[in-house]
């Protein structure tokens, strides 16, 4: 068990429709990534989080939103969805603001997946 | 072109094989150098973990970096079917903007 726990596990959808994941770091850690993992692009790094702050930018889609609360805890927020948006998304959090740190681990969560119909 | 390049596999070999696993990269600002590892239906979990060029062992792992090839390798020695998971490498650079970018993904199985 890495820590970090996202809800929900799993979620189908219909095209056009808004969803919202969610994601609880462990204990401590201020950080929070948001990857993308489909079958044909493996991961994708999304956006990060520091301690409620915006700090990096990946390939994430205009429709796609994220924030971090106050209490730590992110949402990822996808909208007017895609049948392409159909994949696992991962959340990972660890103690470092920026760069890989001491020992670079991210610890991920087991993932959401998402199923657009 | 992928800034991480990584062979999908799937790769099978048979129990106490030695397996090897490869990456290469394009960014030469890449400083830091990852393995994980992604068993079915789970995160991915940290295995390995070096800085800038050279070599790592833990116990029937080891990783190496060449920088100035960019690329990267993980070896099994006495591989166990417990090993059958997906190997992603990972890597990023200095600076502050943290992006920890992945390859593909190397589906390995061991067979008993």
């Known amino acids: 068990d890495s820590g970090v726990t996202q809800t929900p596990k799993h979620l189908i959808t219909a095209t056009g429709q808004r969803v919202t994941l969610r994601c609880s770091p462990r204990s401590g850690d201020l950080s929070v990534y948001w990857y993308q993992q489909s079958l044909d692009q493996g991961l994708q790094f999304l956006i990060q989080?520091?301690?409620?702050?915006?700090?990096a930018k990946g390939n994430i889609l205009e429709r796609f939103s994220a924030q971090q609360f106050p209490d730590l805890h992110s949402e990822l927020n996808l909208s007017s969805l895609e049948l392409g948006d159909s994949a696992l998304y991962f959340c990972?959090?660890?103690?470092?603001?920026?760069?890989?740190?001491?020992?670079?681990?991210?610890?991920f969560g087991e993932g959401s997946r998402l199923t657009v119909l | 072109q992928k800034e991480v390049e990584q062979d999908p596999g799937p790769l099978s070999v048979p129990e106490g094989a030695i397996v090897s696993l490869n990456c290469t990269y394009s960014?030469?600002?890449?400083?830091?150098f990852m393995w994980y590892r992604q068993y079915s239906r789970k995160g991915p979990e940290l295995l390995m973990y070096?800085?800038?060029?050279g070599n790592k062992e833990d116990g029937r792992f080891t990783a190496q970096v060449d920088k100035s090839s960019k690329y990267i390798s993980l070896f099994i020695r006495d591989s166990q079917p417990s090993d059958s998971a997906t190997y992603l490498c990972?890597?990023?650079?200095?600076?502050?903007?943290?992006?920890?970018?992945f390859g593909s993904g190397t589906r390995l199985l061991v067979r008993p």
């Open positions: 960014n030469s600002a890449f400083q830091y």
């Open positions: 070096t800085y800038s060029s």
């Open positions: 989080y520091y301690n409620g702050e915006e700090r």
């Open positions: 990972a959090s660890s103690v470092w603001e920026g760069g890989a740190g001491v020992t670079g681990e991210l610890f």
């Open positions: 990972a890597m990023s650079g200095v600076d502050s903007s943290y992006k920890l970018i």
